[in-house]
């Protein structure tokens, strides 16, 4: 019985080592699938040839590969912002454990969070397919219309500043108050609350991904700004505020692309 609490406590000490050890591990790895052009140059290969790229037919292959890169891109520039959740989703249970509690395992909760964002990569890749069609996208993956461009910076702009961002951006910036308000037991729970989580961080930053379209989802540059970006306004102490000024830039930004479109179109 004397040897049962240092037990115990070697087994919470290693949990979390594991927790954070793999999410480290899931950033990195998606991050340098990214850097090191392993997605980017698959992509690239699918989109040689302009009048070709265009109008090539999607097959099951291609648009597999094309879930597979917004699918780990959503992981590698998500994942860092949630970890504080997901690290105080596992203290809760070592807690629970600690107590002889049922234990639930931390990856089922990051599981969830992880579908919510493939549900994600699953219309943009419709979307995308959508705008090819309509010769709206270039072979590097960026809006060829100033129009289209201006719309999505004046749009992600406005919805920065509208009352359901920030009730999103609140439960992100705030773990605490999301486990007290959607804590549930076992397996099923967690799962659930890793939807939860996982939808509440949609709410918050899916306008801000739909701009990968703008600037191009090959652009490395682009999607690391972005992700930088939803970390500072997840983690910073006034990343509340922050997104109100980037919604303003933002606006700024679409309105004097729409009048360069405008001058061309005279």
């Known amino acids: ?23 480290v591990f899931v950033s990195v790895v998606s991050w340098l699938y990214i850097l090191t052009g392993v997605g980017m140059g698959e992509m690239a290969s ?23 890169m917004w699918w780990v891109m959503m992981v590698a520039m998500m ?16 807690k629970a454990r600690q107590q002889g509690q049922p234990y639930v ?30 010769l709206l996208l270039s072979p590097m993956l ?13 749009g992600a702009g406005v919805y920065q500043l509208t009352p359901l961002k920030q009730v999103c951006l609140r439960h992100c910036r705030s773990p605490i108050e999301f486990i007290a308000r ?9 799962l659930r609350m890793g939807l939860q989580h996982g939808l509440f961080c949609l709410g918050c930053c ?18 690391g700004g972005i992700a930088v970006y939803v970390l500072l306004e997840k983690l910073a102490p006034a990343g509340h505020r922050l997104g109100r000024y980037a919604g303003g830039l933002l606006i700024f930004w679409g309105a004097w692309v729409l009048v360069r479109a405008l001058v061309r179109w005279a």
Do not use: C
């Not at 994942?79 to 070592?94: D, E, H, K, T």
């Not at 599981?111 to 309509?134: D, H, K, P, T």
């Open 142 to 154: 960026h809006v060829s219309s100033l129009y289209l461009g201006a719309a999505l910076l004046i």
């Open 182 to 190: 959607y804590w549930r037991r076992g397996a099923g729970g967690a």
């Open 79 to 94: 994942l860092p912002s949630a970890a504080p959740m997901v690290l105080l989703f596992a203290a809760v249970n070592r």
């Open 46 to 68: 699918a989109t040689e040839g302009a009048a070709s790229a265009m109008r090539r037919a999607w097959s099951p292959a291609y648009g597999g590969l094309m879930l597979a």
């Open 1 to 23: 019985m004397a040897g049962e609490p240092s037990s115990l406590e070697e087994v919470l000490k290693r949990d979390r080592h594991i927790v954070i050890g793999g999410l």
């Open 105 to 134: 395992k931390t990856s089922l909760f990051a599981a969830g969070y992880v579908v919510v964002w493939g549900g994600f990569s699953l219309v943009a890749v419709f979307l995308q397919w959508g705008l090819e069609r309509l």
């Open 206 to 223: 899916w306008v801000l991904m739909t701009l990968l379209f703008y600037a191009g989802i090959m652009n490395l540059w682009w999607i």
